[in-house]
């Protein structure tokens, strides 16, 4: 008799959760106990062993420690008991209710059980609550529970709104120790609009901790830099005749202790720029990944450097930037064999460390990065455009890969973004309707959606135009694919292509597409066409002629139209250097004026 199987739905493991719930308030079905801080909780062992990775270390040692010989029945911890029910609530249904009052202990319980998933959600909930008035405490409470990922978003947002003196006005600025006072105000990254900004925030921080005795000297030294890019900076040189003079609004108890050290001093030490800028990360045919000062202008518009040697050379790794730092995936050695390196650049201390290897080795592998994440699928071997259904996912941070689950429907050329918890798989040819030298191949208009956190594929809205090898990219929530094309099916136009244009897949109209016809890509961009963004730019990067492979056109999108950027002219257009991929990196501008220095010398 032939078996078959049968399922009751996702609807069967959400109803027995919601009565297991229910139960766990029924001492007969409660086989432990935890100890709290005020109090104790009765519980199931199995199912809160299953949803806390901290318990279930815990009960499988108990069993394992001289059959159980040694078993602790009451575990022992410091969280309160209203902390801990809604630790228990959270385990039972995956939903948690945060708020001002108890994100912080949350936090705090979610980091000593091990609970990524919640730490993760308290996480978002930090980041999205995120202002001048809290943005120091936030920083020092994940710094504090080793939060990287949201160290990295609070260290940003303090270096960017600092310039408007926003963060120098707030009770938390005021009550800062001296040393975390000198790590905020020698920063790089500082965004100021003159060292005046960095001034001030000293003389209010004095003025503020009058009782204390700061090495005030030490502070002036460190913290204040005479000009920036060696361009003489009026209004710094001004406020600093002003209080020497003692003028207002200088004249104040931390301005004469300024003074003090100024005099003493005679001299402050750096000579820095502050604030942070976008280069281009491009990686060449010989191993090495020069950036490309192209969306500046002034005298370093079109500037470029080359970075220190990668840990090991590779041609052809794929480039992509998550937290901060620049990683370079997979490539070939330089004697031709297929690698699954994974390499990370810090533009802080200008070095290269080795990470986990991808699960796969492949040049020019596709990924995106969300969240701390980095998600890779597909990949060339040589020249041949791989066949793979896998979807890897790298946690920066924890440096470990984790395979989800496998795209179905796998197509050659397909192009892939993520935005709003959701990778989306664009276009492309089935791939074993491709053939090896046909002229005509089908073109698919097909998008699927892998759901991040309920890690599904589902099908998404139809492109309006069919289309194979396009760009994809992710800006303020929006999916833009932008150029890719298609054979002309006419007999007349034989082995043509016809190069598609760009649409959106905006988060104010999701069910649909929507053409923008002012987007079309530029011909001298059309080959070969990368799509790159941040939180500020998005910009392409292409060729005109495959004949002209060294030669590479930049535009930034613009409301009215693709615009060419500051750096048009740079090595990208010399002709003389093959380039293979691209990335956007943010970084200091005094880690891009150390690394022109070098270059230079």
């Known amino acids: 008799m032939n078996r078959q199987e049968f399922t009751a739905g996702a609807l069967h493991a959400a109803r027995v959760l919601k009565e297991l719930s229910a139960f766990r308030h029924f001492a007969a ?85 091990l609970m990524t998933d919640l730490k993760e959600l308290c996480i978002q909930y930090l980041m999205s609550r995120i202002d001048v008035d809290n943005c120091l405490g936030i ?24 310039k408007h003196r926003q963060i120098v006005r707030t009770e938390e600025f005021r009550n800062l120790s001296e040393e975390r006072l ?20 000293l003389v209010v921080w004095l003025n503020s901790n009058l009782s204390a005795s700061p090495d005030v000297e030490s502070l002036v030294t460190s913290c204040l830099r005479e000009s920036s890019d060696l361009n003489y900076d009026p209004k710094f040189q001004r406020a600093l005749q002003d209080l020497r003079a003692a003028n207002p609004p200088w004249d104040s108890p931390g301005a004469t202790r300024v003074l003090d050290a100024l005099n003493k001093t005679r001299r402050i030490r750096s000579i820095r720029e502050r604030g942070m800028k976008t280069v281009l990360a491009c990686c060449d045919g010989c191993t090495n990944i020069y950036l490309v000062d192209i969306l500046s202008s002034g005298k ?42 994974v390499q990370r650049y810090d533009p802080r201390s200008n070095c290269w460390t080795m990470m986990s290897p991808m699960p796969y080795a492949c040049c020019l592998p596709q990924v995106v990065a969300h969240a701390g994440k980095l998600f890779v699928t597909g990949g060339l071997n040589g020249e041949t455009e ?43 040819s089935p791939s074993q ?82 053409p923008l016809p002012n987007f079309r890509v530029p011909s001298e961009a059309k080959i070969e066409t990368t799509a790159l963004a941040n939180s500020r730019d998005l910009l392409i990067v292409g060729k005109c002629d495959p004949s002209d492979v060294k030669r590479n056109n930049c535009f930034v999108m613009e409301a ?32 891009m004026q150390d690394l022109l220095s070098e270059d230079s010398e």
């Open 29 to 113: 079905l409660c086989d432990g106990t935890v100890k709290l801080s005020n109090g104790t909780v009765k519980v199931s062992k199995a199912l809160l062993a299953s949803g806390c990775p901290y318990f279930k270390v815990l009960y499988e040692f108990e069993e394992e420690s001289q059959h159980g010989a040694h078993r602790t029945s009451e575990p022992r911890l410091d969280i309160t008991c209203e902390t801990f029910e809604l630790i228990l609530d959270f385990i039972y249904s995956g939903r948690v209710i945060l708020d001002n009052d108890n994100i912080q202990d949350i936090l705090q319980a979610s980091d000593l059980l």
């Open 139 to 162: 920083l020092q409470f994940a710094q504090q529970f080793s939060c990287p990922r949201l160290v990295h978003y609070a260290q940003d947002f303090v270096c960017q709104h600092f």
């Open 182 to 201: 000198k790590i905020l105000l020698s920063q790089d990254g500082l965004a100021v609009k003159s060292e005046l900004d960095v001034l001030t925030a």
């Open 300 to 341: 370093h518009a079109g500037a470029h450097v080359r970075l220190p040697p990668m840990c090991h050379p590779r041609v052809k790794p794929a480039l992509v930037v998550e937290g901060g730092f620049l990683f370079a995936l997979g490539g070939m050695s330089v004697d031709g064999g297929i690698k699954n390196d």
């Open 386 to 428: 791989l066949e793979i259904s896998n979807l890897e996912e790298f946690d920066i941070y924890a440096n470990k890969w984790r395979t989800l689950p496998s795209i179905s429907n796998v197509r050659r050329g397909a192009a892939l973004a993520v935005a709003n918890e959701r990778l989306y798989y664009i276009g492309g």
């Open 433 to 514: 309707e491709v053939p090896s030298c046909g002229l005509f191949y089908r073109v698919l208009d097909a998008v699927e959606i892998f759901c991040i956190k309920e890690e599904i594929w589902v099908a998404g809205p139809q492109l309006k135009e069919r289309r194979s090898h396009a760009a994809a990219v992710s800006h303020d929530g929006n999916i833009f694919v932008i150029g890719g094309a298609r054979p002309i099916e006419c007999p007349s136009a034989q082995g043509q292509l016809k190069i598609t244009g760009t649409e959106a897949l905006t988060h104010d109209y999701p069910m649909g597409w929507t």
């Open 560 to 591: 009215s139209g693709w615009a060419l950027p500051p750096g048009i002219e740079s090595i990208l257009t010399s002709g003389t250097i093959m380039f293979f991929s691209f990335a956007l990196l943010t970084l200091p501008r005094a880690a």
